[in-house]
T-cell receptor, first 115, second 115 residues
Framework: AQKITQTQPGMFVQEKEAVTLDCTYD???????LFWYKQPSSGEMIFLIY??????QNATEGRYSLNFQKARKSANLVISASQLGDSAMYFC????????????FGTGTSLTVIP | GAGVSQTPSNKVTEKGKYVELRCDPI?????LYWYRQSLGQGPEFLIY????????DSGLPNDRFFAVRPEGSVSTLKIQRTERGDSAVYLC?????????????FGPGTRLTVL
């Protein structure tokens, strides 16, 4: 089974609007971490936000917030007030176990912000 | 400060040839990772170094792939007898520590094309 599933290959959003990118995960380990990365056309992966499995509150970083629903095993990324520079691929990733070394990535969602 | 750097940015080779891909991690980062990203996919884990030793090489696809990190900083990924299926972007990442909320910082990648 896939450890990370991103079901939206492509998404469009109007500039200044909010958008939600979906991510579900699969693990039996009670300790894990969830990460979102942005990959512009230049190719470099840029870290956006982190959510730990034991964190009580949803993570927020500026315009990025993570809608963490543990029982549903979902960790959706919400981008508020979209900007043209947000157009990129977005990847959800999971670290299994507190000291897990590898990240498991989803297949990504391509976001296009429309002016 | 300087991020993760990778050289070359592009490498074109012929089937059967040997290639080396280099990664310079962020100074002071003891953990180093190699991932492979095929077209339309998320990065897939290859190998993880803690210091000079390969702590987890479970992602290497076969014995044609090998990586070293002799002095605990720069790492080289080596691919022998390259095949067309090896064509992908090879990403290197580093982190200050493993686990918890420690994100992995990624380099720009090396795009390998095997003709």
């Amino acid at each position: 089974a896939q450890k990370i599933t991103q079901t939206q290959p492509g998404m469009f959003v109007q500039e200044k609007e909010a958008v939600t990118l979906d991510c579900t995960y699969d693990t039996s380990d009670p300790s894990y971490g969830l990460f979102w990365y942005k990959q512009p056309s230049s190719g470099e992966m840029i870290f956006l936000i982190y959510q730990g499995s034991y964190d009580q509150q949803n993570a927020t970083e500026g315009r990025y917030s993570l809608n963490f629903q543990k029982a549903r095993k979902s960790a959706n990324l919400v981008i508020s007030a979209s900007q043209l520079g947000d157009s990129a691929m977005y990847f959800c990733a999971m670290r299994e176990g507190f000291t897990g070394n590898q990240f498991y990535f989803g297949t990504g969602t391509s976001l296009t912000v429309i002016p | 400060g300087a991020g993760v750097s990778q050289t070359p940015s592009n490498k074109v080779t012929e089937k059967g040839k040997y290639v080396e891909l280099r990664c310079d991690p962020i100074s002071g980062h003891t953990a180093l990772y190699w991932y492979r990203q095929s077209l339309g996919q998320g990065p897939e884990f290859l190998i993880y170094f803690q210091g000079t030793g390969a702590a987890d090489d479970s992602g290497l696809p076969n014995d044609r792939f090998f990586a070293v990190r002799p002095e605990g900083s720069v790492s080289t990924l080596k691919i022998q007898r390259t095949e067309r299926g090896d064509s992908a972007v090879y990403l290197c990442a580093s982190s200050a520590a493993v686990g918890g909320n420690n994100e992995q910082f990624f380099g720009p990648g090396t795009r390998l094309t095997v003709l």
